[in-house]
């Protein structure tokens, strides 16, 4: 019965740890983020999912974020961005900075 209520509440935390964990998906293509805009929610850990459909790496870079990462071509990567509160977050493409841009929304 011990090793039975031990298993549960670690399967609960689990189940727990996952729901405060989300992924958004991006896609960068033509040197341009697709969505543009993401929306998260405040205080909840968070993580980006960039798929680069380009045939070049861009740079991932992001002041109010504190984040930057390569983004090599035809590769997916995945950064953490959370928990953050609520308010605007740039980001842009370092390579591509006129057209590869977006923002973290967080409600």
Do not use: C, W
Request: hydrophobic share 45%; net charge neutral; glycine share 4%.
């Amino acid at each position: 019965m011990h090793n039975f209520l031990l298993a549960l509440v670690l399967s609960l935390l689990a189940v727990a740890a996952n729901a405060e964990r989300e992924e958004f998906r991006l896609v960068l293509k033509n040197h341009t983020f697709s969505p543009a805009e993401i929306q998260v929610p405040a205080n909840s850990l968070a993580f980006l999912v960039i798929e680069n459909k380009d045939a070049s790496a861009e740079e991932f870079q992001s002041k109010d974020l504190h984040r930057e990462k390569i983004l090599a071509a035809g590769k997916t990567e995945k950064i953490k961005i959370g928990p953050l509160k609520a308010g605007s977050y740039q980001f842009m493409g370092a390579f591509n900075p006129d057209t590869a841009q977006g923002v973290v929304t967080v409600k």
